[in-house]
């Protein structure tokens, strides 16, 4: 496994180490231990959600406040997705920048988003299976987020703005300046 560092203060891109033979392939796609070692970062995940898009489908900018906060392991097992990172900690040097990189299964990237984060992902693909680690569990009450087109974060999702599916609840997002993170 190897940690490689992205433009945004504590969040980064996770390779595993693949064995190929005659067979095929095989990595392991998590593994506590080595995690917490190699990245130094608290590696212990409580939830793990999937989610089934079709083209076009973006979800986000999402995000859980307060003590719900959640870290986040986030990969695509099937499709190609657009994931994106935003930096929602005030204090942090990179408050309000973005970062996005395309995730696959033929890639195995994994991205680590930290808590107080803002995050998301376009589908690039017919469709797409997205799995994700969470360090801290689902509170309904605790979801917030950034609108996906606010001017100030400005995300290049890597879709043509006619091909975007949201959900009711991500159309009517906060903007980033209304925010009081
Ligand atoms: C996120 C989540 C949703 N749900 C339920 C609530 C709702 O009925 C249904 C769909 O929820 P949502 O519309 O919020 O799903 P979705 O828009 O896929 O939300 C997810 O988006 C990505 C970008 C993230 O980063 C995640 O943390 C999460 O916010 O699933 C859970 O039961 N547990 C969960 O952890």
């Given at each position: 496994m190897k940690i490689k560092e992205t433009p945004l203060k504590d969040c980064y891109i996770i390779e595993p180490t693949v064995f190929e033979d005659d067979r095929g392939y095989f990595y392991e796609k998590y593994n506590e231990k080595k995690f917490e070692e190699i990245?130094?970062?608290?590696?212990?995940?409580v939830q793990d959600n999937i989610s089934k898009s079709s083209y076009g489908v973006l979800r986000g900018v999402h995000l859980q406040k307060g003590e719900h906060a959640q870290a986040k392991l986030v990969s695509c097992l099937e499709g190609k997705v657009y994931d994106v990172a935003v930096d929602?900690?005030?204090?942090?040097?990179?408050?309000?920048k973005w970062f996005g990189i395309e995730l696959t299964l033929e890639n195995k990237l994994q991205l680590y988003v930290p808590r107080g984060f803002g995050h998301g992902f376009s589908v690039l693909s017919e469709t797409a299976v997205f799995a994700y680690k969470c360090d801290n569990f689902y509170n309904k009450e605790s979801e917030g987020g950034v609108l996906w087109n606010d001017e100030d974060i400005?995300?290049?999702?890597?879709?043509?703005?006619?091909?975007v599916v949201l959900s009711e609840k991500d159309a009517v997002l906060t903007k980033f300046s209304e925010h009081n993170f």
């Open positions: 990245t130094g970062l608290n590696g212990h995940f929602l900690r005030e204090d942090s040097p990179t408050f309000g400005n995300v290049d999702w890597k879709l043509p703005l006619e091909d």
